[in-house]
Structures are given as C-alpha cells and as structure tokens.
T-cell receptor, first 117, second 117 residues
C-alpha cells in the first residue's frame, strides 16, 4: 500500500519569499508523483508531475519539485511567492503496476500555503 | 476551467436519504474517477470507471455506487446517508487510465458539496 505524508499542515510566508512544501511517500513499488493545487472553492489543478527522467520537474506558475528516491521525497519549491499562490497544495502518488489498471491517486492531507503581504 | 463538469454544486439533504451526483468528463476522456474530500479523511479515492466498466475500487462504502453511461458521463449514488457522509465529492477524468495510461493527467471537476443534516 502507498501512503503520502505532507509534513506541514500550514505554511505562512511573506510575499516574494521562497517556499518549500514537503512531501514524503511510502510505496513498495515504483511510483509516479504529482502536486496538485486547490484554490478556495475550486477543484484541483495539476501543478507538476514526475514520471521518469530528470529528477527536477518544472511546473506551472513558477513551481518546481525534486524527486529524491533515496529519501522518498518530492518537495515542492518556489523561489518567490505571490499573494495569488495562497491555496492548499496536495502531494499525490500513483503506483506503476505493470499491466494493471488501478490508476488511483493517493493524496497527502494537504498543506495550506498562506502568502501574506 | 478543467472541462470536467459536476452537478449539482451544492446539495443539502437529511439522514437516511439518497442522492445522485453527476459528472461529465472532458471531451474525449474515457476514464472517470470519484474522490471524497472530508476534513477528517482528506482526499480519498472511491472508484474508477473506464469506458463504462468499473476498473478500480477504493474506500467506497457499500451504501455508495456508481456507473458510467454510454455517453461517458458518470453518476455517484449515495444512499442511507449519514452525517459523516458530508463532504466534497470530486470527479476527475483522464484520456485512458487503462493498460499504459497511468501517465495521463487526471483533470478534476469543481466538486459537489454534500451536507447531510
């Protein structure tokens, strides 16, 4: 079984400061990794995903994440945040089951990023 | 706008009642996924359909059922509702999700907020 741990439930930062949202996963098989963002009263939007290849993944809105297999982590970073980045961020995994069709996403509990002026 | 539509946006009902949530996937997407988001459980996968057939089941209660119709829209039926069923229910869709489609992005709808009184 897979699990995802988002270490911080809330992260307050000031505008233009850098931010890192932490995500660790546990799985007995190789995984695909995702970060989704949920703005207030909206659905989830994909920020970025890691499937294979380069461990540094760039996404939308200036976000990037680095896959670290040895530490089973997939932390999300942005060098300078804006007020509009205030939202809840979810890390998710989907496992690589050869020949299977179970593509469910397992989500972490979410991290509420609040950007203050 | 993800292209996934969900109706109704809000639903208020009483314990013991039955409700139906509807989802229309993005044009061309064959897979539909249902997720439940609650404060205590977070985002949890319920069930996946691919081209009309059930493909994967998650933490879906026996009181809940779903189906995908020939036009690919899906309905989630919740019966004998309890207070604890109050949650945000999301539908997501992807192009395939079967036999190699695990890399497909899941696009989420805006959700249906269910309140059971």
């Amino acid at each position: 079984a897979q699990s995802v741990t988002q270490l911080d439930s809330q992260v307050p930062v000031f505008e233009e400061a850098p931010v890192e949202l932490r995500c660790n996963y546990s799985s007995s098989v190789s995984v695909y990794l995702f970060w989704y963002v949920q703005y207030p009263n909206q659905g989830l939007q994909l920020l970025l995903k890691y499937l294979s290849g380069s461990t540094l993944v760039k996404g939308i809105n200036g976000f990037e994440a680095e896959f670290n297999k040895s530490q089973t982590s997939f932390h999300l970073r942005k060098p300078s945040v804006h007020i509009s980045d205030t939202a809840e961020y979810f890390c998710a995994v989907s496992d690589l089951r050869s020949g299977g069709s179970n593509y469910k996403l397992t989500f972490g509990k979410g991290t509420l990023l609040t950007v203050n002026p | 706008d993800s292209g996934v539509t969900q109706t109704p946006k809000h639903l208020i009902t009483a314990t013991g009642q039955r409700v139906t949530l509807r989802c229309s996937p993005r044009s061309g997407d064959l897979s539909v996924y249902w997720y439940q988001q609650s404060l205590d459980q977070g985002l949890q996968f319920l069930i996946q359909y691919y081209n009309g057939e059930e493909r994967a089941k998650g933490n879906i209660l026996e009181r809940f059922s779903a189906q995908q119709f020939p036009d690919l829209h899906s309905e989630l039926n919740l019966s004998s509702l309890e207070l604890g069923d109050s949650a945000l229910y999301f539908c997501a869709s992807s192009v395939v999700g079967s036999g190699g489609g695990v890399t497909d992005t899941q696009y989420f709808g805006p959700g249906t907020r269910l309140t059971v009184l």
